[in-house]
Every structure is written in C-alpha cells, then in structure tokens.
C-alpha cells in the first residue's frame, strides 16, 4: 500500500487486526487524550512493524499512525502473522527483541521524566533522534546530521514531556549553545559528539 504525507495508517480507537510492515518512509504514532491533547508518542522507519499491540491484544487501537513522507507498507493479518512467527523462531526473536527495545525506551522516558531538567530532557530527546534516524550532512565526518525527521516544535515537545512555551525556551538555549540549528520543522545537529555528552547519554542502562 502507498499512502501519501499527512495520510493516517491506522486510526486510534479502531478494532482492525492487521499489523503494517513500513518498507519504505517514515510514520509518526500519535495519541489522543479524552481531553483533546494529541502527544506524539514515537517515530517509526522502513522495516518496523506498527500496529502489532492491537493485533495481539484485540483491543482497539491505542494511537494514530500518520505517514511524514511518502509511506509504502505491506499490510499483515495477525493470523498470518502468528502462523509465520510459530514456524520461524529467528522471526519471533526479532519481534521479541523489538517489542523489548520499545520497552527500554519506554522505561528511559519515564526516568527521565523525573531524573532531568527540562533542557536536558529534549537535548536526551534529540540525541535519541539523532541517534536512530539522523542523516550524517556530507563532508562533516557524522559530526554534523540531520534528524531526518520532520517534527513540529510541539511534536518535540510533547516526546520529552514538556509544555511548548517550555520546549520553545529550551530548543532556543540550545541554539544559542551551538548545539543545534534550526530551519522550517527541521533541525540539524550542530555537534553530535557534544550534544551526547551535553544530553548525559552514556551506554543504556537495563534499568
């Protein structure tokens, strides 16, 4: 299937039993509160699967995924899926080992909820951004990326936990510090090796 930017995927709150495999593109996952407030809960490329927690639950689906670029996905009956996975234990560990690293990063965000200051939350933010999608810009050695993501100053607010006048003030410190540049819901990484050591990230903690 091909879906076009700004396309929803899947719908938070429907009842469908598929999961989607994105083998081209980059989706967001966004969720809805009763209250009306959207947050932006993870960013997903080729090869991940979305979807997977409704299909194996059969609950309703618990976000939203929109396509931030053009987005090719195969679509994968649960059913299927499981027969699949039952007949191939690399499969199922590689799910499994999936499954467990959106946990980790799960875990990591609610520790640093309480562990860091505001500033510090989005610099650990965009230094998992960096980290997993940025794209290195030529001739700067990795030291200079990209995100490669295209997010709006509330998306990012909302991954660290913050208010946006609060993310607002912080990405504007960062700026100023040289750690970052910005341009129209683009980002560019001014110094990779600096802003890891500024954003406190160090080997994972199994927590």
């Known amino acids: 299937m091909n879906y ?17 495999l994105i083998t081209s593109g980059v989706v967001k996952v966004v969720a809805s509160a009763e209250s009306g407030y959207d947050m932006l809960l993870a960013i997903r490329i080729e090869g991940d699967l979305v979807g997977e927690m409704a299909a194996f639950e059969e609950r309703p689906r618990s976000g939203t995924v929109v396509a931030c670029s053009d987005v090719t996905a195969r679509i994968i009956q649960v059913r299927a899926l499981e027969t699949f996975l039952s007949r191939h234990p690399d499969a199922m560990r590689a799910v499994l080992h ?3 690293a959106r946990l980790r990063g799960a875990n990591r965000r609610r520790i640093d909820f309480q562990a860091y200051d505001s500033l510090t939350r989005l610099a650990r933010v965009l230094a998992e951004l960096c980290q997993s999608y940025a794209q290195p810009v030529p001739g700067s050695d990795g030291k200079r990326c990209d995100l490669g993501v295209t997010l709006t100053q509330k998306e990012l607010a909302s991954l660290a936990g913050l208010k946006l006048n609060t993310a607002e003030k912080s990405l504007a410190m960062l700026t100023a510090q040289g750690l970052v ?15 890891l050591e500024f954003a406190k990230v160090v080997a994972d903690n199994p927590y």
Not at 4 to 20: K, N, T
Not at 181 to 195: A, F, G, H, M, Q
């Open 4 to 20: 076009p930017p700004h396309r929803a995927l899947l719908q938070q709150g429907e009842e469908s039993r598929h999961v989607l």
């Open 181 to 195: 540049e910005r341009s129209y819901r683009n980002i560019t990484i001014c110094d990779v090796p600096k802003l």
């Open 98 to 100: 999936m499954l467990c």
